[in-house]
């Protein structure tokens, strides 16, 4: 019990200063672990360390893929299905076939479903791998398609690999393996989707953020373990879910459920992260001392891995580079739709205006069934001309395939299903140390110059927010708060300052920030109030007579009640336009951040009204 404290402590200490020193020396935290552990292996009389796969494939990357599916914009990953789709399935297949092939040829003792199981296992890119690719300083959208890519395409491997593995005892068609991924996919689709809609539910039932986080952590093995009995895809299932509650989160949980939620995974991400690349150099023995028993060289491991990982890269830009030019030819067609889009957006929305007015005379029923139809189309054009402007403005040429190329690594994943190979496969160890190599060197040459590359071919950098793109958040913001009307109690103190709220010609912009300041003032008097000297009444703000102890607690929570109308009117306004892809997730997840900073203190200050 000791021995496993003194590993937990140093493998926290280990994160926590890789973590921090990968800043100063500019190389990736992944790539410090790895060699470390690699280091550490090499000790002499180093007790060799074997993980078992199933403790990485069922503990340690069902949360690691929900986070990442968490923190990804639904909507740009709705942008990127396509591409993501191709990198994902496509090109996954292709690579396991060719490369099987290509193993088969170097090292014929295997047998042809043994090398396509090779060709699976190193054909998918590692999610967490792309946590380089961030700091890199590529464009969002490179890094959505990349981090959707390691998210989806791990099913696509699984699948086939299991499909080699059957084939190595029985004949299995390429029908058999299609309609396998098929319901793989959809069978982790719909449960990941019920999953994560019962556990956003539940958690919205929840006023305690201590329960909630522990709800939160346990979504992610909710989802996958029914996948995986029912055959599906458990990893899917728990992107499925993750991508619900990135979804869902923001409108069904309070700010201190969001952000204790967050600050928990942030530190559980790096820890996961950080024991994945730990681990794998730690295994190095392990993998070498396997490698000893069997009849093939080291050489031949050698030789294999270094065209194994020349054809992954090879393979990827022969996939990559035509689905970029096929991408930029739809860009180009579709954005000369524009101009007819919007104008028949105009149309439809002055028709249904026109019809929501002449409905005005019938039941209230069909008032409602008219407004619902106009929402949904002027929601549905107003997407369909915000992709459109997505896709213009961020185009993906070249240069920006060449990252995508070189920015495909391979991680965690490759080795833990390597080691999921049975025991009676033919050399089992040598495909396991070519798998080692491949992920290993992925990660050291691809991981260590992808800053050479990004600055060689100089692709479309992450930008931040500009000032339009603020002005008209803001702009949004205030719209919102106009909608919000006074409470009564509010107007009528407002009368008394002689601010005309009932006329038709009354301001409602004045009625509006006069309502807000004296919310404002009535919170602040109450909760600072003292209540030495009840008979004090007339010492209000603006010398306002506030009355009596119950009227002005009264008073202050109907001026808190009012606050929070507003945060939420703006919230829901600002996931509104996010849904509808009228602003960058950067330029609305700092909008969102400033309410839930404004709710929390609003919530923070009323404690003292209790």
């Given at each position: 019990?000791?021995?496993?404290?003194?590993?937990?402590?140093?493998?926290?200490?280990?994160?926590?200063?890789?973590?921090?020193?990968?800043?100063?020396?500019?190389?990736?935290?992944?790539?410090?672990?790895?060699?470390?552990?690699?280091?550490?292996?090499?000790?002499?009389?180093?007790?060799a360390?074997?993980a078992?796969?199933?403790?990485?494939?069922?503990?340690?990357?069902?949360?690691?893929l929900?986070?990442?599916?968490v923190?990804?914009?639904?909507?740009?990953?709705?942008?990127?299905?396509?591409?993501?789709?191709?990198?994902?399935?496509?090109?996954?297949a292709?690579?396991?076939?060719v490369?099987?092939?290509?193993?088969?040829?170097?090292?014929?003792?295997?047998?042809?479903?043994?090398?396509?199981?090779?060709?699976?296992?190193?054909?998918?890119?590692?999610?967490?791998?792309?946590a380089?690719?961030?700091?890199?300083?590529?464009?969002q959208?490179?890094?959505?398609?990349?981090?959707?890519?390691?998210l989806v395409?791990?099913?696509?491997?699984?699948?086939i690999?299991?499909?080699?593995?059957?084939?190595?005892?029985?004949?299995?068609?390429?029908?058999?393996?299609v309609?396998?991924?098929?319901?793989?996919?959809?069978?982790?689709?719909?449960?990941?989707?019920?999953?994560?809609?019962?556990?956003?539910?539940?958690?919205s039932k929840?006023?305690?953020?201590?329960?909630?986080?522990?709800?939160?952590?346990?979504?992610?093995?909710?989802?996958?373990?029914?996948?995986?009995?029912?055959?599906?895809?458990?990893?899917?299932a728990?992107?499925?879910?993750?991508?619900?509650?990135?979804?869902?989160?923001?409108?069904?949980?309070?700010?201190?459920?969001?952000?204790?939620s967050?600050?928990t995974?942030?530190?559980?991400?790096?820890?996961?992260?950080?024991?994945?690349?730990?681990?794998?150099g730690?295994?190095?023995?392990s993998?070498?001392?396997?490698?000893?028993?069997?009849?093939?060289s080291?050489?031949?491991?050698?030789?294999?891995?270094a065209?194994?990982?020349?054809l992954?890269?090879?393979?990827?830009?022969?996939?990559?580079?035509?689905?970029?030019?096929?991408?930029a030819?739809?860009?180009?067609?579709?954005?000369?739709?524009k101009?007819?889009?919007?104008?028949?957006?105009?149309?439809?929305?002055?028709?249904?205006?026109?019809?929501?007015?002449?409905?005005?005379?019938?039941?209230?029923?069909?008032?409602?069934t008219?407004?619902?139809?106009?929402?949904?189309?002027q929601?549905?054009?107003?997407?369909?001309?915000?992709?459109?402007d997505?896709?213009?403005?961020?185009?993906?040429?070249?240069?920006e395939g060449?990252?995508?190329?070189?920015?495909?690594?391979?991680?965690?994943?490759?080795?833990?299903?390597?080691?999921?190979?049975?025991?009676g496969?033919?050399?089992?160890?040598?495909?396991?140390?070519?798998?080692?190599?491949?992920?290993?060197?992925?990660?050291?040459?691809?991981?260590?110059?992808?800053?050479?590359?990004?600055?060689?071919a100089?692709?479309?950098?992450?930008?931040g927010?500009?000032?339009?793109?603020?002005?008209?958040?803001?702009?949004?913001?205030r719209?919102?708060?106009?909608?919000?009307?006074?409470?009564?109690?509010?107007?009528?103190?407002?009368?008394?300052?002689?601010?005309?709220?009932?006329?038709?010609d009354?301001?409602?912009?004045?009625?509006?920030?006069?309502?807000?300041?004296?919310?404002?003032?009535?919170?602040?008097?109450?909760?600072?109030?003292?209540?030495?000297?009840?008979?004090?009444?007339?010492s209000?703000?603006?010398?306002?007579?506030?009355?009596?102890?119950?009227?002005?607690?009264?008073?202050?929570?109907i001026?808190?009640?009012?606050?929070?109308?507003?945060?939420?009117?703006?919230?829901?306004?600002?996931?509104?336009?996010?849904?509808?892809?009228?602003?960058?997730?950067?330029?609305?997840?700092?909008?969102?951040?400033?309410?839930?900073?404004?709710?929390l203190?609003?919530?923070?200050?009323?404690?003292?009204l209790?």
């Amino acid at each position: 019990m000791t021995t496993l404290l003194l590993a937990i402590i140093a493998v926290l200490a280990v994160t926590a200063a890789a973590d921090l020193l990968s800043d100063k020396i500019r190389i990736a935290a992944p790539i410090l672990l790895l060699v470390l552990g690699a280091g550490v292996a090499l000790i002499p009389n180093m007790p060799a360390i074997e993980a078992m796969p199933e403790f990485v494939l069922t503990v340690i990357l069902p949360p690691l893929l929900y986070s990442s599916a968490v923190n990804m914009s639904v909507s740009e990953f709705r942008r990127n299905l396509l591409p993501i789709g191709v990198l994902a399935v496509v090109l996954v297949a292709l690579s396991s076939a060719v490369i099987g092939f290509a193993v088969n040829l170097m090292a014929p003792g295997v047998g042809i479903a043994a090398c396509i199981a090779l060709g699976a296992i190193v054909s998918p890119t590692d999610a967490v791998a792309t946590a380089i690719v961030k700091k890199a300083g590529v464009s969002q959208r490179v890094v959505t398609i990349l981090e959707g890519e390691g998210l989806v395409n791990d099913a696509t491997a699984l699948v086939i690999l299991s499909s080699a593995v059957g084939a190595m005892t029985s004949r299995i068609s390429a029908g058999q393996v299609v309609l396998d991924f098929v319901i793989a996919v959809v069978g982790a689709v719909v449960i990941g989707w019920l999953v994560g809609h019962v556990m956003i539910w539940l958690r919205s039932k929840i006023n305690s953020a201590t329960p909630d986080t522990v709800l939160s952590l346990a979504t992610p093995f909710v989802a996958f373990l029914p996948a995986e009995f029912l055959h599906s895809s458990g990893l899917v299932a728990a992107v499925v879910a993750g991508l619900v509650v990135s979804h869902r989160g923001p409108r069904s949980l309070t700010p201190t459920q969001r952000m204790s939620s967050k600050t928990t995974w942030n530190s559980l991400m790096m820890i996961l992260e950080s024991s994945v690349f730990l681990l794998m150099g730690l295994e190095l023995t392990s993998v070498v001392s396997d490698l000893e028993g069997d009849s093939f060289s080291w050489r031949l491991a050698l030789g294999v891995a270094a065209v194994t990982l020349a054809l992954t890269l090879i393979l990827r830009t022969a996939v990559t580079m035509p689905l970029l030019s096929v991408l930029a030819r739809w860009s180009g067609r579709r954005a000369r739709f524009k101009s007819r889009l919007q104008h028949a957006s105009e149309k439809v929305g002055a028709a249904l205006d026109l019809e929501s007015a002449l409905a005005q005379q019938e039941p209230q029923q069909a008032n409602a069934t008219h407004q619902g139809r106009r929402n949904w189309l002027q929601r549905r054009l107003t997407r369909l001309v915000s992709d459109l402007d997505y896709h213009t403005d961020h185009p993906l040429g070249p240069r920006e395939g060449s990252v995508m190329v070189w920015a495909g690594m391979r991680g965690s994943i490759t080795l833990a299903a390597a080691q999921t190979l049975p025991l009676g496969t033919a050399h089992r160890s040598f495909l396991i140390f070519v798998a080692f190599l491949v992920a290993a060197a992925s990660l050291l040459i691809q991981g260590t110059t992808l800053n050479q590359v990004v600055r060689l071919a100089k692709p479309a950098r992450t930008v931040g927010v500009s000032r339009d793109e603020h002005d008209a958040i803001r702009q949004l913001i205030r719209h919102a708060a106009r909608t919000v009307r006074p409470p009564g109690a509010i107007c009528n103190l407002l009368v008394k300052f002689n601010i005309d709220v009932t006329s038709k010609d009354a301001n409602r912009d004045q009625i509006r920030r006069a309502a807000m300041a004296l919310a404002r003032q009535q919170f602040e008097a109450m909760r600072n109030y003292s209540g030495d000297d009840d008979n004090d009444a007339d010492s209000g703000p603006g010398q306002l007579p506030l009355g009596p102890m119950q009227d002005r607690r009264r008073l202050a929570e109907i001026s808190y009640d009012y606050a929070l109308d507003i945060i939420v009117a703006q919230r829901t306004a600002l996931l509104d336009a996010n849904d509808a892809g009228l602003f960058s997730p950067e330029g609305i997840g700092e909008a969102l951040d400033i309410l839930d900073a404004d709710q929390l203190s609003l919530e923070t200050r009323a404690i003292s009204l209790n």
